[in-house]
């Protein structure tokens, strides 16, 4: 890389299993642009001045949802993150918050795989149709009840923000209750019992302390705290015997 005139410092939060009991901070000088990431100054080091540094990474464009971290303590896809934006300051990465990690910023989440699977994210339709039939039609107006939930890239940021799920990882968590909702509130489902269980437990939208930083990280513009709170809405009305989704005038689930 040309010389650029600006040299920023990264401290990287680094764990080697296999060398160090705890993790530990390593400070790397990286020469940037303006329109340097984040993720692309963790590649500098990668490729120039550190070849053992691990993280996630893949599209580079805020769609994948891998290169989530803490960023100078908050959760950002670092992506989409620039360098520019902590300079002439000291710049420190870490592993997302809540999660085990697996080797420098590289965490498990087989925990929130777990979670995902338990909601069931797919339709489950109110009748089966065949290919003769014809899709499953929406009204635009029917789509607007769960769009922008589908908007969910599972980047984990979210989770990284809740205090709840920080205090009790058995808390099902934003996402996931963001994407149930996402199934529940689209009137080609028909899901609701068999999701009811996850909504309802004492692990499920109840453990929501309505902090919202959730909703604040998201880079995509998904609210999961308004979901979860739509759903605390369903659960009443479940327990009542007279649940009832938000949806358009006119419209039926």
């Known amino acids: 890389m040309a010389d650029t005139g600006k040299i920023i410092e990264i401290e990287v939060l680094r764990y080697r299993p296999e060398q160090e009991q705890e993790p530990v901070l390593q400070t790397y000088k990286v020469p940037f642009t303006d329109d340097m990431s984040v993720l692309q100054g963790l590649q500098y080091i990668k490729d120039h001045l550190d070849g053992t540094v691990s993280f996630r990474w893949s599209c580079r464009m805020a769609i994948c949802g891998s290169c989530g971290m803490m960023i100078d303590g908050k959760p950002k896809l670092s992506c989409k993150t620039f360098l520019r934006e902590y300079y002439p300051g000291k710049l420190r990465v870490e592993a997302l918050a809540h999660f085990p990690i697996e080797r420098d910023l590289v965490v498990g989440i087989d925990d929130f795989i777990g979670k995902l699977e338990s909601i069931k994210p797919y339709l489950i339709p109110r009748e089966p149709r065949t290919l003769e039939q014809g899709e499953y039609l929406q009204t635009p107006a029917q789509r607007d009840q769960y769009e922008q939930f589908s908007s969910c890239i599972n980047c984990l940021l979210c989770y990284a923000a809740c205090p709840q799920y ?3 990882q058995k808390f099902t968590g934003p996402a996931a209750l963001a994407l ?74």
């Open 166 to 168: 920080g205090l009790n």
């Open 180 to 253: 149930l909702h996402r199934y529940n509130a689209d009137s080609r489902d028909q899901g609701w019992e068999a999701r009811q269980e996850v909504v309802n437990a004492e692990d499920g939208v109840w453990r929501c302390m309505l902090v919202g930083y959730c909703t604040e990280v998201c880079p995509k513009g998904v609210d999961p705290a308004h979901a979860i709170n739509q759903n605390k809405v369903n659960s009443t009305l479940d327990y009542f015997g007279v649940l009832k989704f938000l949806l358009p005038k006119g419209a039926t689930k």
